[in-house]
């Protein structure tokens, strides 16, 4: 599945897969028409070091984990746009 719209007044594309070796991959998108930061297919675990895909989620912390989603998106725009801005 994939989602395009803005956060935080940033463009911004989000796609979601499901798979049967992790429980579910996210990857962001944003375009930038003056080429100084693009960011393509990027999840805000793989700048620490952490693997690709969710494989955590458990029927107990379901909503809690997806909770999580937005505000890691959040984090991937703000970085992602503090970089810009200083480029």
Known sequence: ???V???DETPVKVSL???NQVQMIYAVS???NERKVV???AAYE???GMGAGWDY???ENAEVSIGLLPELLR???HLRNEVRRLV
């Open 30 to 32: 944003i375009p930038d």
């Open 57 to 59: 989620i458990t029927e």
């Open 46 to 48: 793989n700048y620490f």
């Open 17 to 19: 897969t499901y798979t």
């Open 75 to 77: 984090r991937l725009v």
């Open 39 to 41: 960011l393509i297919g």
């Open 5 to 7: 719209g803005t956060l």
């Open 1 to 3: 599945m994939t989602y």
